[in-house]
């Protein structure tokens, strides 16, 4: 049961990183453009989840939780790469 929402979201979270990394030589500013989207994707999908209920919500409920580790992971990245830019 958790294999589906996890995999889901694990796939977004891969994407998302895969934009801060190719955003990132750009400029630092674009790099922490999918760090916002997939948090608010994330919040808006947890939202989400108290509205359908049964193991429908949870499973929206994991696949957001997902989402947002990925994304906290993904702004770390931006935060860190900009830093070793400007020294």
């Known amino acids: 049961m958790l294999s589906g929402p996890v ?3 694990s796939i977004v979270g891969v994407v998302i990183i895969l934009l ?3 955003l990132n ?8 453009i999918p760090s916002y989207l997939g948090l608010l994707a994330s919040i808006i ?7 359908i209920r049964g193991f429908e919500g949870a499973a929206y409920g994991i696949c957001a939780f997902t989402i947002l ?18 020294h």
């Open 7 to 9: 995999s889901t979201g």
């Open 20 to 22: 801060t990394l190719l």
């Open 45 to 51: 999908i947890f939202i989400i989840s108290f509205e």
């Open 25 to 32: 030589k750009k400029s630092a500013v674009l790099a922490k």
């Open 69 to 86: 580790i990925f994304t906290i992971l993904s702004f770390y990245i931006s935060i860190k790469i900009s830093k070793v830019k400007k």
